[in-house]
């Protein structure tokens, strides 16, 4: 089973930068997709952008413009957080994804972020 470990969350301001990391215990090269998921208080997990492996990135309408994620051929998917709102605060994570859009490994214990004024 193959650990992820995210990191880089905190308290920002609104209009603010973060830059978050995931970190997983096998090499991600060959993984199709890796993708990072948030879940705001008192609401469902949900998918925020997934970096595929032939380069391409996808990201979820709210984000669009302000965030971008990248991964390296190694072991880590990063998540760039431009121009943060309040609507961004939630737990950050990020998990492999298949082609029929499942999740593949157990969760990390996520990266909280927290944008307040």
């Known amino acids: 089973q193959v650990q992820l470990v995210e990191s880089g969350g905190g308290v920002v301001q609104p209009g603010g930068t973060l830059r978050l990391s995931c970190a997983a215990s096998e090499n991600i090269r060959s993984f199709w997709g890796m993708a990072w998921f948030r879940q705001a208080p008192g609401k469902e997990r949900e998918l925020v952008a997934t970096?595929?492996?032939?380069?391409?990135t996808y990201y979820v309408v709210s984000v669009r413009g302000r965030f971008t994620i990248s991964r390296d051929n190694g072991y880590m998917t990063y998540l760039e957080m431009n121009n943060v709102t309040p609507d961004d605060t939630g737990v950050y994570y990020c998990?492999?994804?298949?082609?029929?859009?499942?999740?593949?490994?157990?969760w990390g214990q996520g990266t909280p972020v927290t944008v307040i004024s």
């Open positions: 970096a595929y492996n032939n380069g391409v």
């Open positions: 998990n492999r994804v298949l082609e029929n859009g499942k999740t593949v490994y157990s």
